[in-house]
Nanobody, 121 residues
């Protein structure tokens, strides 16, 4: 059974850092394009970062460029989202997702359950 499990969320002060993890089971992550998404209360879900299955391409939404980094550890079958200089507007539930057809798909096929990130003083 294909499964994605996020972890690493929590409460952090503005300016702080977190590293989210997305562990895959039942499939190999480097066969899939991976995306990180987030959803804030009362807002629509939005894409945050993408990683191609080759690992050669990454994309970020403008508001997180220079602060967030998506990466993958093939040996651990895990994708990460390193988040630095966090702002209150980064608060939300963060999801990882996988799709084997389209890079940076807005509707990837497989989703994790999400992890809460709260940026507040």
């Amino acid at each position: 059974q294909l499964q994605l499990v996020e972890s690493g969320g929590g409460l952090v002060q503005p300016g702080g850092s977190l590293r989210l993890s997305c562990a895959a089971s039942g499939f190999t992550l480097d066969d899939y394009h991976i995306g990180w998404f987030r959803q804030a209360p009362g807002k629509e879900r939005e894409g945050v970062a993408c990683l191609s299955r080759s690992g050669g391409s990454t994309s970020y939404r403008d508001s997180v460029k220079g602060r967030f980094t998506i990466s993958r550890d093939n040996a651990k079958n895990t994708v990460y989202l390193e988040m630095n200089s966090l702002k209150p507007e980064d608060t939300g539930i963060y999801y990882c997702a996988a799709d084997n057809n389209r890079y940076c798909s807005t509707k990837p096929r497989y989703w994790g359950q999400g992890t809460q990130v709260t940026v507040s003083s």
